[in-house]
């Protein structure tokens, strides 16, 4: 039986997700990368091009957090939080790389700010509000769509919506007794060490 669902169908190929991902990448570096750098002049072409690079940032980034997260580092998380939770999680998490990349551009300044050749990655501090606010919105832009999509197929295709919803569900009792196993494993052992420390004060006492 084919499935429509997206988040199914990506499950189904998890090469496509990685592979596009590099290729992504590969070209933004290559359009963005420290070789290409020119004196960063509000509001000339370069600049546009620049704010441009931040906002496919913004795209790319999301993408990739976005399966990362919800592949590795916080799949439980996302499956008590739901689509609210995943948009906010996602579009804090590009911003504040673009903050931190902010942060990188300044240090490279003030690093070479004796150095008349020097390239300036950063014109003001209006051009840094904007690169932020270009990957921020770019981040929101990207999980509306990806949300929007998703309800569309559930829409379409609520068969195999409701299959997903209800693997969703096989994982999220998988991923509670994971978390419940982990959790009685750590209880036996302080209630070990509680024993041995008590033990242990027992025989010095003595």
Same mark, same amino acid.
């Given at each position: 039986?084919?499935?429509?669902d997206?988040n199914?169908?990506?499950?189904?190929?998890?090469?496509i997700?990685?592979?596009?991902?590099?290729?992504?990448?590969?070209?933004?570096?290559?359009?963005?990368g420290?070789?290409?750098w020119n004196?960063?002049?509000?509001?000339?072409e370069?600049? /546009? &091009?620049?704010?441009? @690079?931040?906002?496919? &940032?913004?795209? !790319?980034?999301? /993408? +990739?957090?976005?399966?990362?997260y919800r592949?590795?580092?916080?799949? !439980?998380?996302?499956?008590f !939080? @739901?689509? %609210?939770?995943?948009v906010?999680?996602?579009? +804090?998490?590009v911003?504040?790389?673009?903050v /931190?990349?902010? &942060?990188?551009? @300044?240090?490279?300044d003030?690093?070479?700010?004796?150095? +008349?050749s020097?390239?300036?990655? #950063?014109?003001?501090?209006?051009?840094?509000?904007?690169?932020?606010?270009?990957?921020?919105?770019?981040?929101f832009?990207?999980?509306?769509?990806?949300?929007?999509?998703?309800k /569309?197929?559930e829409?379409?295709?609520p068969?195999e919506?409701l299959?997903?919803?209800?693997?969703k569900?096989?994982a999220?009792?998988?991923?509670l007794a994971?978390e419940?196993l982990?959790? %009685? #494993?750590? +209880?036996?052992?302080n209630?070990?060490?509680?024993?041995?420390?008590?033990?242990? #004060?027992?025989?010095?006492n003595?």
């Amino acid at each position: 039986r084919e499935i429509h669902d997206m988040n199914i169908v990506l499950g189904r190929h998890t090469w496509i997700i990685p592979i596009g991902l590099v290729v992504y990448w590969s070209v933004f570096v290559s359009l963005w990368g420290f070789w290409g750098w020119n004196d960063a002049v509000l509001f000339s072409e370069w600049w /546009l &091009f620049d704010t441009l @690079g931040h906002a496919c &940032f913004g795209f !790319g980034g999301t /993408l +990739t957090f976005l399966y990362l997260y919800r592949n590795y580092t916080l799949r !439980g998380w996302f499956l008590f !939080g @739901g689509q %609210k939770f995943l948009v906010m999680a996602i579009v +804090t998490a590009v911003a504040f790389t673009g903050v /931190l990349w902010e &942060f990188f551009e @300044g240090a490279w300044d003030l690093a070479h700010l004796d150095e +008349t050749s020097h390239v300036n990655a #950063q014109a003001a501090s209006l051009d840094t509000t904007i690169d932020i606010l270009a990957e921020t919105f770019a981040s929101f832009l990207t999980m509306l769509g990806y949300v929007g999509i998703n309800k /569309l197929y559930e829409k379409k295709y609520p068969d195999e919506s409701l299959q997903f919803e209800i693997e969703k569900l096989e994982a999220l009792s998988s991923h509670l007794a994971r978390e419940i196993l982990t959790y %009685k #494993q750590e +209880t036996r052992r302080n209630i070990y060490r509680r024993i041995r420390r008590t033990l242990r #004060q027992g025989l010095r006492n003595k």
